[in-house]
Every structure is written in C-alpha cells, then in structure tokens.
C-alpha cells in the first residue's frame, strides 16, 4: 500500500481538495510560491542562454524581411524543426551576402527566448553560405530574377566606339590588373585612361564598384574631368567566394543602368558573373578588354595606308578610263584646220576690204578738206563779219528802244517805292500804299513822301545817287558796243 504521508499521497489528495476551491489559500505542506508569467519567461532565458551559449545552426531560410529599422527576421528550418532567427542592424550590414528564402545557410550566433511572446530564438552574429552548392543556388535565384527583369536582354546592349578617346577603368588601384591594362593599351594604341580604384572583394567592395560605375556615368560633358567613352570594370581570378562581389544586385543593376558602354572582364576565361551578363561584353580576362576597347595603332596605320592607296589607285583609274574616253571622242572631232579654215578665209577677205575702204574713207575726206579749205577765203570771211556786226547794230537798236529810263529824256520820271528792291509804281493807290517814294530823272532821284491826309507829295531833295544815261547811241556803233542798261 502506498504511504499515506507521501508526496504523491498527499499532492493527489491537495490537487483533489484544491480543484473545489474558488479562491488560492494556503495549503498545510504546500510551500511553492505563485510565479508570475514574466518571471518565469525571464528565468527561462536566463537558463536557456546560460546553457547554450553560441551555437552554429544549419539550415534553409524561411520568411526573410528586413524592417525599415535596418533589422532582418527569419526562420531557419529543415524536414525536423523551425527556430526564429533575427540579425540585429550592425550584423547585417557585415553579411557578405544578400539572404534569400530557400538558402541553405549557416549561422552562428547566441541561442535566447523572446518573452513577449514564448518562443526561442536565435541572435545571429554571423552567418555564411552552407558550400558551394548553396552559393550557386543563390546565384542562379539572383539571376533568374534579374533575367527576369530584362537587365540582360540583349536588346540592351550598347555598341562599344571603335576608338574611345577616354576609357574608365574600375578595379583597385594596386593590383596587378591596371598595370596588366595600362602595358596593354600602351602597346596597342595609346589612350588616356581614368582609374577609379576601389575595393574588389570583402565587406563593402560591392558598394563602392556600384557607386565608381554611377561615377563614371555621373560625369558631364565637357566638364574638368572628360566623360569616359567607355569603362572597364575588372578583376583578377579567383574563388567564387572572391568573385562574389560582382554578383551582387547593387553591382548588376549600376552596370545595366550604365549610359557608357561597359566591358566586365572580371576573373579568367572560366569564371563568370553576373556582372558579364549585364555589361555590353563580357572579356576573358583584363588584358583581353584593353584588346578589345582600343584597335592596333600600327594596324589601323596599315589599315589607312591600305585605303589610302586603294583611294589613289581607284582615283587614278578613273583618271585614265577618262582620258581614253576623251580620246576616243577626239578622233571623231573635226580638224582645227577644217573648222577655222573658212573662218581664217572670211577674216582675211573682211582685212583686204578693210584696207581698201579705209584708203577710200581717206580719198574722201581728203577731198572734203581740199572743198573746205577754198570756201576759206578772206573776202568771204569779212563778208561773214560786215553781217554779224549788221545783226549786232540792229539788235542793239532793239535794247535801247525798249529801255525804261530813255523817255526820261523827254521830260517824264519814274515813281519806285523806297522799299528794299524799288519796284515800279503804277497807280496813285499803289504810291498812298508805300509812302516813302523815290522819283527817278534824267540827271538823278529825288526821294518823296506822300502826305497822308490829302494824298499830296511832299519833295526832299536828295544827291544823285545814278549816274546820269549816256546820250543815244550813234547809228554806227563802235567794235566794243556801250553797257547796256538795265530794263527795271
């Protein structure tokens, strides 16, 4: 029989009398204290994380999301079990990865119970790729959602220049890589080359190729650093892991997004990124781009030389081919003789009638000067004379007939007002209207003004300003005829 004062006893018999009770009281024998939810939660974290400690977990994601706080949350489960997972800011800006659901992984970090909400959780501090299987299997993930996208569409791709003036390279600026581009574009075809070092592989290295591709597209036009006419991102060879960086979404999506044309020559022959995908060519190795960007100098020389004398030869061929045509249209030309022969005829009769007719253009006018030269005698001249001065004595008669101040002789005056330019008065009205008169006579003028209230002349002597008219003129005149007078 079992002991009536047992453990067992007596909790049956407590746990029967205490299911009939409706408010807690104290048990005799019963000294267990009431624990609230919290400080149970707290001494079960501080078991659990006393306990485990740092653990290293493998397993899939599952439910990946980063909070706008910088955050990440998952889960990580395989075909047993599912633990949380979260990765607190810091940590996550250290992954060398970007996780996605469906990625076998590896985390370490520090086993812990979220109270809140009674669960378990694991505080990743680091976390990698579970071998190289997962790694591909995240790349070709990360491919089909870019392939997805069209980022390597060959539609997009842009053709490279034949000769880039400017090349950008993207690499570091110690490896052995530049110095392999730089010998190779020397002995090819000398360019001048931008280097925008920066960090291949490790933390952040995907950040600075992304942001050196956006630099070079950065670059305007005309600016104090030349625009690139086509850029270079390479890297030497190396592990997957090595190459990762160039696998990254932020290094794709800077390359496709590139207005330059870009050649990826990341690795060697055998290696491949997603990088390659996206540029506009993709180059086996680093000192296969610096062939590919820039031609041969020495072959481009041969290469215009070539065409240079190709472009005489084809010039020089025309030249000939025109001449024999010109020729062969030249024999079915006439002569020079046959065509000025009745020309040099018409000129010679045309010089011959010339001649003659000027000899008789001479004769004539030789005749004409002997006609001439009779008529020139000096009895006919003097008779042209005697007629002249006739006509001159005649109209000079006419000059003195129709001069104003000859009837002065006769006993008239002339009235003129005393104005500037003396004109004539006519009537008594005209010489009331001007007042101040002058009244010419044969010997002189005498000034006068009319009274204006009877309209009487009142006379003030005044010198002879005019000389006095000359006698009338005798019948014969002189050789030398007198001035003749003036009509007003």
């Not at 004539?424 to 006068?448: I, K, Q, Y």
Request: charged share 25%; net charge positive; aromatic share 4%.
């Amino acid at each position: 029989m079992p002991d009536p004062f047992s453990d067992d006893v007596v909790s049956s018999d407590m746990l029967a009398s205490d299911m009939g009770r409706l408010v807690a009281e104290p048990v005799a024998g019963d000294n267990a204290l009431a624990m609230s939810v919290g400080e149970l939660a707290f001494k079960l974290k501080r078991m659990v994380e006393g306990e485990f400690g740092h653990v290293r977990l493998r397993g899939e994601i599952s439910g990946w999301k980063r909070v706008a706080s910088g955050h990440c949350y998952m889960a990580l489960k395989d075909d047993q079990a599912v633990i949380d997972g979260v990765i607190w800011k810091g940590s996550a800006a250290r992954l060398a990865f970007v996780p996605q659901d469906g990625v076998e992984v590896i985390a370490t970090g520090k086993l812990t119970t979220y109270p809140g909400r009674s669960k378990y959780q694991i505080v990743i501090d680091r976390m990698e790729l579970a071998g190289a299987g997962a790694l591909m299997a995240l790349l070709e993930k990360l491919k089909a959602k870019l392939g997805g996208e069209g980022l390597f569409d060959a539609g997009r791709k842009k053709p490279l220049p034949f000769m880039p003036q400017v090349i950008g390279v993207v690499t570091s600026g110690t490896g052995a890589v530049i110095r392999d581009i730089l010998h190779r574009l020397e002995d090819r075809c000398p360019t001048h080359v931008i280097v925008w070092p920066v960090k291949v592989q490790g933390e952040g290295s995907a950040a600075e190729i992304a942001a050196a591709v956006r630099g070079f597209d950065a670059i305007a036009p005309g600016g104090p650093v030349p625009r690139p006419d086509l850029v270079i991102v390479a890297r030497g060879g190396g592990s997957v892991e090595d190459l990762w960086s160039f696998n990254e979404e932020v290094v794709v999506r800077a390359v496709a997004a590139c207005s330059i044309p870009i050649i990826s020559a990341v690795g060697h022959e055998t290696d491949t990124t997603l990088c390659d995908y996206a540029a506009d060519l993709r180059a086996p190795t680093p000192t296969a781009a610096a062939e590919i960007a820039v031609p041969v100098l020495a072959d481009l020389r041969l290469t215009i030389d070539s065409h240079r004398n190709r472009t005489e030869r084809c010039a020089r061929r025309y030249v000939e081919r025109g001449r024999e045509r010109l020729d062969a249209l030249a024999r079915h030309l006439p002569k020079r003789d046959q065509l000025l022969g009745p020309q040099r005829q018409r000129a010679d009769d045309a010089g011959q009638r010339l001649d003659r007719g000027l000899e008789r253009r001479l004769t004539l006018a030789r005749g004409s000067l002997d006609r001439s030269g009779a008529a020139l005698r000096p009895a006919t001249l003097e008779r042209k004379l005697e007629g002249a001065r006739a006509r001159l004595d005649a109209t000079w008669r006419l000059v003195q007939s129709l001069n104003p101040d000859a009837i002065l002789d006769r006993g008239y005056a002339r009235v003129t007002s005393r104005a500037p330019g003396g004109t004539t008065l006519a009537s008594a009205a005209a010489a009331r209207a001007a007042g101040a008169l002058t009244l010419h006579f044969r010997d002189g003028m005498v000034d006068a003004t009319v009274d204006g209230g009877e309209g009487e002349v009142v006379v003030k002597p005044k010198p002879a300003s005019r000389p006095t008219p000359s006698a009338a003129p005798s019948s014969a005149p002189s050789a030398t005829p007198p001035r003749q007078p003036t009509l007003f």
